[in-house]
């Protein structure tokens, strides 16, 4: 056996225990909310002057704390959903499915095609990057090509690990608008120091580099290894998947409410008229200081309304899309509430006392990039994450000298997109629509979740020492 | 087969609120033409809902939220109770279903909605198996009135717009605030709502027919019993738990945030007036203690999504219609075609445009310019809300339609409709006249 065959096979048995681990083990995100918001209540009460009632205040005061960025962050999904259920966009994707001719080249093309998707957008790719994952199996299966499908479906997924350091990354678009929540604190910071900022772009360059290099090794070489998908499974996958799916929900429609509905004037027009708004924006304002989250929920809408064309077909995604952004809606406020405590009761800025003691300049970006992995564990939005631990993180930004903030961010969304390769809130849209189970997926993720983990964290560390 | 129910007539026709909102958008830049440059319309129509972002969060919650606190198994065993208490009897059904749905959705839009609607299913298959003729499209068009005393009891929407500094402070421009118990208490509203209630189940008797349309087994959107309709999650048997399971199912948390809760927002509401934040954070924790568990809580509140679909991205288009007719000035061009019949013309305003905006709060926040121009504060916002619970009664299809139930014939409901909004619509405008 080669050696890239023992790694492989050594990390494929190690994701499947993990797998099997997490499937057992770990319970809903929103469990974690609520045990979040009691271990902080605890905390604050043993270690602050807080009493109780104080505690239980803070806590409710605390809870609309970020009512817009929920608001925000829920936009950037649903707009995001749209978008990537758009009859052109599952076209060009079905295009491409067909493209590759073995396993090996089917993986490829599926992670390149995943990690460009979740460099453009962590919605797009959750959708479009499962929709092209099914693609790939359906074209694959035509072929008769024999292609491992959870491999495929995990490959999809790994394309999520990009997506905090590429253009919609939530917290750096977030601190990017004039009027966010730790403004007073940190300042406005545009994109140029973050998303932009030389250093993210080598990292995430070369994080994209690694996973797709990866991918494709841990493809089973034995026929036996190999888990197609059922023929009812990829029947049942083209149904949904098919680039010229049209919604079923409005049926029996008047001849006058089918005309407005397959007219592309309101839709195309809308968008356009939107898009031109944008075009002039960023001809006339450079494109770093004006581009917030605000602007890409505006993007994202006015491209989603263009490639829908009609109205008909950008219905009939729209209640999926809200559904799959239920437990941002309703958990962001729990987050909030976290906040609140932390930032009233003091516990926050003890915390960041506690980090400036231990950590250095040089090791500060380490410590921010495996604090923001851990605590992703138990907060998988990367959004509701800076809502949990901004405040703290920023404090001991200013705190610790030659530490800056633009590259605690860096660090900061590295460490929130590590751990979703072992954390499941993600793929549920996910393997919902390639009809598979968490346990098929996140074996796979797993050793990307080591690897990519190695060389994030050389990286985090080289940020401190560096520069 | 030619289905003529209303709920398959009027979705045949009447187009979806995002297609609507995208032809208001479209209005509203028509007309802006004259008094705006066009990147300037442009601009307004792509980012006027950044004001919005809280507004339109709360607004959500509250579908939302409201539905999730009622859909529950708790709720379910409850409803399951009352209707055995209820005479088994045409008139009987009719007028408590009715009676319920306007007192009990004053409190809330759900908890009188989706009960009066189940308990009306399940009164009128009660009552056809033991060969009693009940009129079901009566007994239905009667549940449905929650819409109306909905939107002006003690949780309707615009009026927690207004209680709530944080969120209309942003978003409406030079609104005072009024406390929740000023708008549900003044006397016009008080006095709208008695008249209602008295005469509405009235009508509804008056109107139904000697020939009794039964409901058809089909149409029952119930299973077994209004429990078992209710109960979002099928927990398994604890044999087959597996080790997450035993957080995920356990009420020990659920139970422990609601109690901090309500210490939390009793203390509040104690030292400062009800806000429309408060009210959502008391319905989320109300939500989570009834839902039992954490984990059917989640199942609901992803479930619950579907009441708030019909406004969560069409409010882009409305935060756009909003800042371009504020910016242009149409706003007050508008109100001061109103000065010569205010309360009448404010509440023809908010009706016409309650039929394109389902969404009460955001009726609220497209019309509110206008009619707080043309009338008082209190007054403008208690006619917008009963103009919007009115055309609501006309988009009754689109609620009914969330609970997959089929309907009846249109005519009948037309005939209804029709009656109820001359009615209550004559009762208010006399009430605001008078009072």
């Keep these: 056996m080669s050696t890239i065959r023992k790694i492989s096979s050594f990390f ?67 707009t995001g959903w749209i978008l990537a259920d758009s009859p052109p966009v599952k076209k060009i994707l079905n295009k491409i499915a067909r493209k590759p001719s073995n396993q090996k080249q089917a993986i490829l093309i ?54 905090h350091q590429g253009l919609s990354a939530a917290a750096p678009l977030l601190v990017a608008t004039p009027d966010h929540f730790l403004v007073d604190q940190i300042g406005s910071i545009p994109i140029s120091e973050t998303i932009f900022n030389p250093v993210n772009i080598i990292l995430v360059l070369g994080l994209v580099a690694l996973t797709i290099v990866i991918l494709p090794m841990m493809a089973p070489d034995d026929e036996d290894d190999i888990i197609s998908a059922s023929k009812s499974k990829l029947e049942g996958a083209r149904a949904r998947g098919g680039s010229n799916q049209q919604s079923q929900h409005i049926e029996d429609s008047s001849k006058y409410k089918e005309f407005l509905m397959r007219n592309r004037i309101p839709a195309v027009g809308l968008g356009v008229l939107i898009w031109v708004y944008l075009t002039y924006l960023f001809i006339t304002n450079p494109f770093m200081e004006v581009f917030n989250i605000n602007i890409f929920i505006t993007v994202m809408f006015g491209l989603g309304l263009i490639l829908h064309q009609v109205l008909k077909s950008y219905i009939g995604v729209l209640k999926d899309a809200i559904k799959g952004a239920s437990q941002i809606i309703i958990q962001f406020q729990f987050y909030g509430g976290i906040m609140g405590i932390m930032a009233w009761s003091g516990l926050g800025e003890l915390i960041a006392e506690t980090f400036v003691e231990i950590a250095t300049g040089e090791t500060w970006y380490l410590f921010s990039f495996l604090s923001s992995g851990i605590v992703n564990f138990f907060v998988p939005s990367g959004g509701g994450q800076w809502v949990v631990t901004g405040q703290v993180l920023s404090d001991a930004t200013q705190a610790i000298q030659g530490a800056e903030t633009n590259l605690m961010m860096i660090a900061f969304t590295m460490g929130d997109q590590w751990t979703n390769m072992i954390q499941p809130f993600w793929a549920i849209p996910v393997i919902s629509i390639a009809d598979l189970s968490i346990r098929d997926v996140m074996g796979y993720s797993a050793v990307i979740f080591v690897f990519s983990g190695i060389f994030m964290m050389i990286g985090t560390l080289a940020m401190g020492v560096l520069l | 087969m030619k289905d003529d129910s209303f709920v398959h007539f009027f979705g ?40 919005f972002f809280s507004l339109q969060m709360a607004l959500i919650l509250w579908w939302m939220l409201s539905a999730v606190v009622i859909e529950s198994e708790i709720v379910g065993r409850l409803l399951d109770k009352i209707t055995q208490v209820v005479p088994l009897e045409e ?17 809330n839009w759900a908890f009188g909605l989706i009960p009066a609607i189940l308990m009306g299913h399940k009164l009128c298959l009660k009552a056809k198996e033991k060969n009693i003729k009940v009129h079901y499209p009566a007994v239905l068009f009667a549940s449905l009135l929650a819409l109306i005393s909905g939107a002006v009891g003690l949780t309707s929407p615009g009026a ?12 409406f421009l030079d609104l005072p605030t009024l406390s929740i118990t000023e708008f549900a208490l003044a006397r016009a509203n008080i006095a709208s709502f008695a008249m209602m209630l008295v005469g509405v189940p009235i009508i509804i008797l008056l109107l139904t027919k000697k020939e009794k349309t039964e409901i058809k087994d089909e149409e029952s959107i119930i299973q077994k019993n209004i429990r078992n309709t209710l109960k979002p999650l099928e927990i398994p048997p604890k044999e087959e738990w597996i080790p997450a399971n035993y957080l995920e199912y356990t009420p020990l948390l659920s139970i422990i945030a609601f109690v901090i809760g309500s210490i939390s927002i009793g203390w ?32 609901k509140t992803t479930d619950s999504t579907k009441w708030a679909a019909h406004m969560a991205v069409p409010f882009l288009l409305y935060g756009g219609v909003y800042a ?14 109103l000065e010569t019949l205010p309360i009448t013309g404010s509440y023809i305003t908010a009706f016409i445009t309650g039929l394109i905006v389902p969404d009460p709060g955001s009726l609220w926040l497209l019309v509110s310019p206008i009619l707080s ?22 988009l009754g299809f689109l609620f009914a339609g969330i609970l997959s139930i089929k309907g009846f014939d249109w005519r009948e409901y037309v005939r209804y409709a029709f009656t109820i909004t001359v009615y209550v619509s004559a009762v208010v405008l006399i009430c605001h006249y008078l009072l």
């Design chain 1, 12 to 78: 494929t048995k190690f994701g499947k225990a993990s797998s099997d681990w997490v499937q057992k083990y770990l319970p809903d995100a929103f469990i974690f909310a609520l045990l979040l918001t009691f271990a902080t209540m605890i905390l604050a009460f043993i270690f602050t002057e807080k009493t109780v009632f104080e505690i239980a205040g803070h806590w409710s005061q605390g809870f609309w704390f970020v009512i817009e960025f929920s608001m925000q962050s829920s936009l950037a999904l649903i």
């Design chain 1, 110 to 163: 599926t992670a390149i095609v995943g990690q460009l998707l979740g460099l453009f957008h962590w919605g797009v790719v959750l959708i479009g990057g499962a929709i092209f994952a099914r693609s790939v199996g359906i074209a694959m299966d035509e072929k008769d090509i024999s292609v491992h499908y959870p491999l495929l479906v995990a490959t999809a997924y790994a394309g999520l690990l990009p997506w």
């Design chain 2, 12 to 51: 045949k026709f009447f187009p979806e609120s995002m297609t609507l909102a995208v032809i208001l958008s479209i209005l509203a830049l028509i007309i802006t033409i004259p008094h705006l440059g066009a990147i300037k319309q442009l601009e307004l129509i792509s980012t006027g809902f950044f004001d």
């Design chain 2, 91 to 107: 008139k009987y059904i009719i007028s408590f279903i009715a009676i319920f749905s306007l007192v009990i959705g004053w409190i």
């Design chain 2, 160 to 171: 927690l717009t207004l209680t709530d500094g944080t969120i209309h402070q942003v978003a």
């Design chain 2, 268 to 299: 509040a509401w104690i030292q400062s007036d009800v806000t429309m934040l408060g009210v959502l954070f008391a319905l989320m924790m109300v939500g989570l203690l009834i839902q039992k568990n954490p984990a059917t809580f989640t199942k």
């Design chain 2, 324 to 337: 371009l007719l504020s910016e242009s000035g149409i706003y007050l061009n508008l109100a001061g075609m």
């Design chain 2, 373 to 394: 121009e043309a009338v008082e504060i209190t007054t403008s916002v208690t006619l917008a809300m009963y103009a919007s619970g009115v055309s609501n009664i006309w």
